[in-house]
Protein backbone atom coordinates (compact mmCIF):
# COMPACT_ATOMS: atom_id res chain seq x y z
CA UNK A 1 0.00 0.00 0.00
CA UNK A 2 2.38 2.14 0.87
CA UNK A 3 4.34 1.44 -2.48
CA UNK A 4 0.94 1.80 -4.43
CA UNK A 5 0.35 5.11 -2.52
CA UNK A 6 4.08 6.49 -3.36
CA UNK A 7 3.56 6.15 -7.59
CA UNK A 8 0.26 7.68 -7.03
CA UNK A 9 1.80 10.58 -5.52
CA UNK A 10 4.83 10.79 -8.05
CA UNK A 11 2.42 10.56 -10.98
CA UNK A 12 -0.03 12.92 -9.17
CA UNK A 13 3.00 15.73 -8.69
CA UNK A 14 4.34 14.66 -12.27
CA UNK A 15 0.80 15.19 -14.00
CA UNK A 16 0.78 18.85 -11.64
CA UNK A 17 4.56 19.78 -13.13
CA UNK A 18 3.96 19.40 -16.35
CA UNK A 19 0.11 20.85 -16.26
CA UNK A 20 1.48 23.78 -14.21
CA UNK A 21 1.33 26.63 -16.24
CA UNK A 22 -2.43 26.13 -16.70
CA UNK A 23 -2.85 26.49 -12.92
CA UNK A 24 -2.60 29.97 -13.33
CA UNK A 25 -6.10 31.51 -13.84
CA UNK A 26 -4.77 33.78 -16.70
CA UNK A 27 -3.68 30.97 -18.96
CA UNK A 28 -5.05 29.03 -21.25
CA UNK A 29 -6.71 25.80 -20.58
CA UNK A 30 -5.87 24.18 -24.04
CA UNK A 31 -2.77 23.00 -25.68
CA UNK A 32 0.10 20.73 -25.24
CA UNK A 33 1.88 19.73 -22.10
CA UNK A 34 4.97 21.58 -21.55
CA UNK A 35 7.55 21.86 -18.94
CA UNK A 36 9.60 24.90 -19.28
CA UNK A 37 7.73 27.65 -18.39
CA UNK A 38 10.03 30.17 -21.49
CA UNK A 39 9.89 28.35 -24.14
CA UNK A 40 6.87 26.19 -23.69
CA UNK A 41 8.23 23.32 -25.80
CA UNK A 42 6.08 20.30 -25.97
CA UNK A 43 7.24 17.67 -23.96
CA UNK A 44 9.63 15.32 -25.51
CA UNK A 45 8.93 10.86 -24.85
CA UNK A 46 11.91 10.88 -22.23
CA UNK A 47 10.30 13.76 -20.10
CA UNK A 48 6.89 12.32 -19.76
CA UNK A 49 8.76 9.57 -17.55
CA UNK A 50 8.89 11.18 -13.88
CA UNK A 51 12.08 12.73 -12.37
CA UNK A 52 14.20 10.38 -15.39
CA UNK A 53 13.18 13.34 -17.87
CA UNK A 54 14.29 15.94 -15.26
CA UNK A 55 17.84 14.41 -14.29
CA UNK A 56 18.57 13.16 -17.71
CA UNK A 57 18.62 17.55 -19.07
CA UNK A 58 20.43 18.10 -16.03
CA UNK A 59 17.69 20.62 -14.50
CA UNK A 60 18.26 22.38 -18.03
CA UNK A 61 15.14 22.90 -20.58
CA UNK A 62 16.74 20.32 -23.32
CA UNK A 63 15.23 23.19 -25.83
CA UNK A 64 15.83 26.30 -24.66
CA UNK A 65 18.80 25.16 -22.73
CA UNK A 66 17.41 27.43 -19.54
CA UNK A 67 17.35 26.51 -16.45
CA UNK A 68 14.00 24.64 -15.51
CA UNK A 69 11.92 26.33 -11.97
CA UNK A 70 12.37 24.65 -8.50
CA UNK A 71 8.95 22.77 -8.54
CA UNK A 72 10.24 20.63 -11.64
CA UNK A 73 12.88 19.30 -9.43
CA UNK A 74 10.39 18.85 -5.95
CA UNK A 75 6.88 18.79 -7.13
CA UNK A 76 6.80 15.05 -8.08
CA UNK A 77 9.05 13.62 -5.35
CA UNK A 78 7.41 15.58 -2.83
CA UNK A 79 3.89 14.51 -3.73
CA UNK A 80 4.69 10.85 -3.39
CA UNK A 81 6.82 11.86 -0.02
CA UNK A 82 3.28 13.37 0.73
CA UNK A 83 1.31 10.51 0.01
CA UNK A 84 3.53 7.77 1.70
CA UNK A 85 3.47 10.12 4.76
CA UNK A 86 -0.43 9.81 4.40
CA UNK A 87 -0.44 6.18 4.19
CA UNK A 88 1.75 5.98 6.95
CA UNK A 89 -0.38 8.59 9.39
CA UNK A 90 -4.00 8.60 8.33
CA UNK A 91 -6.22 5.47 9.20
CA UNK A 92 -7.69 3.44 6.13
CA UNK A 93 -6.30 3.38 2.34
CA UNK A 94 -9.20 5.91 1.27
CA UNK A 95 -8.51 8.90 3.87
CA UNK A 96 -5.02 8.51 3.38
CA UNK A 97 -5.25 9.42 -0.37
CA UNK A 98 -7.46 11.93 0.17
CA UNK A 99 -5.18 13.66 2.66
CA UNK A 100 -2.32 13.00 0.50
CA UNK A 101 -4.05 14.68 -2.43
CA UNK A 102 -4.91 17.84 -0.66
CA UNK A 103 -1.22 18.04 0.99
CA UNK A 104 0.09 18.40 -2.90
CA UNK A 105 -2.12 20.65 -3.75
CA UNK A 106 -0.88 22.84 -0.83
CA UNK A 107 2.37 22.09 -2.29
CA UNK A 108 1.18 22.93 -5.93
CA UNK A 109 0.63 26.61 -3.99
CA UNK A 110 3.46 26.57 -2.28
CA UNK A 111 5.17 26.66 -5.83
CA UNK A 112 2.54 28.97 -7.93
CA UNK A 113 3.21 31.64 -4.52
CA UNK A 114 7.08 31.65 -4.85
CA UNK A 115 6.90 31.34 -8.99
CA UNK A 116 4.09 34.02 -9.83
CA UNK A 117 3.35 35.30 -6.20
CA UNK A 118 -0.54 33.68 -6.69
CA UNK A 119 -2.58 30.93 -5.19
CA UNK A 120 -4.79 30.62 -8.46
CA UNK A 121 -8.49 30.71 -8.09
CA UNK A 122 -8.08 27.59 -10.72
CA UNK A 123 -6.41 25.38 -7.82
CA UNK A 124 -8.66 26.92 -5.00
CA UNK A 125 -11.82 27.08 -5.59
CA UNK A 126 -12.39 23.52 -6.80
CA UNK A 127 -10.16 22.26 -4.18
CA UNK A 128 -12.42 24.12 -1.90
CA UNK A 129 -15.52 22.45 -3.11
CA UNK A 130 -13.71 19.00 -3.37
CA UNK A 131 -12.80 19.72 0.54
CA UNK A 132 -16.52 20.48 1.53
CA UNK A 133 -17.62 17.23 -0.77
CA UNK A 134 -15.74 14.85 1.08
CA UNK A 135 -16.13 16.38 4.26
CA UNK A 136 -17.91 13.10 5.29
CA UNK A 137 -14.96 11.07 4.14
CA UNK A 138 -12.03 11.43 7.14
CA UNK A 139 -12.64 8.55 9.44
CA UNK A 140 -11.47 10.97 12.80
CA UNK A 141 -13.67 14.10 12.51
CA UNK A 142 -17.40 15.06 11.60
CA UNK A 143 -18.79 17.23 9.10
CA UNK A 144 -19.88 19.94 11.83
CA UNK A 145 -15.52 19.45 12.54
CA UNK A 146 -14.46 19.88 9.33
CA UNK A 147 -16.96 22.91 8.41
CA UNK A 148 -16.62 24.57 11.84
CA UNK A 149 -12.66 24.31 10.73
CA UNK A 150 -13.87 26.04 7.61
CA UNK A 151 -14.79 28.97 9.38
CA UNK A 152 -12.52 29.17 12.20
CA UNK A 153 -9.75 29.62 9.50
CA UNK A 154 -12.16 32.19 7.71
CA UNK A 155 -12.38 34.41 10.77
CA UNK A 156 -8.95 34.08 12.16
CA UNK A 157 -7.59 34.65 8.50
CA UNK A 158 -10.26 37.43 7.56
CA UNK A 159 -8.45 39.67 10.88
CA UNK A 160 -5.03 39.03 9.68
CA UNK A 161 -6.28 40.36 6.17
CA UNK A 162 -7.97 43.28 7.63
CA UNK A 163 -5.04 43.88 10.02
CA UNK A 164 -2.10 42.86 7.45
CA UNK A 165 -2.61 45.64 5.11
CA UNK A 166 -2.34 44.19 2.10
CA UNK A 167 0.77 42.02 3.37
CA UNK A 168 -1.81 39.35 3.83
CA UNK A 169 -3.80 38.64 0.71
CA UNK A 170 -7.31 37.26 -0.08
CA UNK A 171 -5.64 34.56 -1.85
CA UNK A 172 -4.03 33.58 1.55
CA UNK A 173 -7.49 33.57 2.73
CA UNK A 174 -9.07 31.63 0.48
CA UNK A 175 -5.50 29.32 0.82
CA UNK A 176 -6.51 29.00 4.59
CA UNK A 177 -10.30 28.19 4.26
CA UNK A 178 -9.31 25.32 2.05
CA UNK A 179 -6.60 24.19 5.29
CA UNK A 180 -9.66 24.61 7.86
CA UNK A 181 -11.72 22.22 5.47
CA UNK A 182 -9.07 20.06 4.81
CA UNK A 183 -7.89 19.47 8.48
CA UNK A 184 -11.06 21.21 10.62
CA UNK A 185 -11.65 21.87 13.99
CA UNK A 186 -9.20 21.92 16.21
CA UNK A 187 -6.39 20.79 13.92
CA UNK A 188 -6.99 24.35 12.36
CA UNK A 189 -5.71 26.26 15.35
CA UNK A 190 -2.70 24.20 14.91
CA UNK A 191 -2.41 24.89 11.39
CA UNK A 192 -2.54 28.33 11.77
CA UNK A 193 -0.69 29.04 14.57
CA UNK A 194 2.46 26.88 13.12
CA UNK A 195 1.75 28.27 9.35
CA UNK A 196 1.98 32.35 11.67
CA UNK A 197 4.98 31.02 13.40
CA UNK A 198 7.18 29.66 10.60
CA UNK A 199 6.47 33.04 8.59
CA UNK A 200 7.54 35.15 11.92
CA UNK A 201 10.19 33.04 12.18
CA UNK A 202 11.39 33.28 8.81
CA UNK A 203 9.93 37.00 7.92
CA UNK A 204 11.17 38.87 11.36
CA UNK A 205 14.81 38.46 10.99
CA UNK A 206 15.10 39.21 7.47
CA UNK A 207 13.27 42.48 8.60
CA UNK A 208 15.67 43.15 11.27
CA UNK A 209 18.70 42.41 8.97
CA UNK A 210 17.13 45.15 6.71
CA UNK A 211 17.49 42.54 4.05
CA UNK A 212 13.97 42.82 3.82
CA UNK A 213 11.76 46.20 3.42
CA UNK A 214 8.12 46.73 4.84
CA UNK A 215 6.96 46.89 1.85
CA UNK A 216 8.48 44.18 0.28
CA UNK A 217 6.39 41.27 -1.08
CA UNK A 218 6.59 38.05 1.43
CA UNK A 219 4.87 34.91 -0.11
CA UNK A 220 3.31 33.50 2.84
CA UNK A 221 1.20 30.36 0.71
CA UNK A 222 4.61 28.58 1.54
CA UNK A 223 3.89 28.88 5.29
CA UNK A 224 0.25 28.36 4.99
CA UNK A 225 0.92 25.14 3.46
CA UNK A 226 3.57 24.07 6.12
CA UNK A 227 0.96 24.69 9.29
CA UNK A 228 -1.99 22.95 6.89
CA UNK A 229 0.33 19.61 6.33
CA UNK A 230 1.76 19.26 9.70
CA UNK A 231 -2.38 20.12 11.19
CA UNK A 232 -3.14 17.22 8.27
CA UNK A 233 -0.73 14.22 9.76
CA UNK A 234 -0.17 16.00 13.52
CA UNK A 235 -2.74 18.39 13.97
CA UNK A 236 -5.05 16.58 16.74
CA UNK A 237 -1.51 14.79 18.52
CA UNK A 238 -0.24 18.13 18.74
CA UNK A 239 -3.50 19.61 20.15
CA UNK A 240 -3.85 16.97 22.19
CA UNK A 241 -0.47 17.07 23.85
CA UNK A 242 -0.15 21.17 23.79
CA UNK A 243 -3.46 20.49 26.10
CA UNK A 244 -1.70 17.77 28.08
CA UNK A 245 -4.80 15.43 27.59
ZN1 LIG B 1 12.64 25.79 -22.68
Request: hydrophobic share 55%; charged share 15%.
Amino acid sequence: MVILAAVLGLLLGHTLDVFFDRLYTDGPLAGPAHRCPHCQHALRPLQLIPIVGVAWSRGRCPDCDRRLPLRAFLLAPGSAALFVTAELVVAGFGPALLAGFFATVFLALTFTDLERRLIPNRVVYPSILLAAAFSWAWPDRSVLEVFAGGATALVLTSVMFVFGRGAFGFGDVKMSLLMGLVVGLPSVVVGVFIGTFAAGAFVLPLLLLRILGRRDYIAYGPFIAIGAVVALFWGEPIWDWYFDR
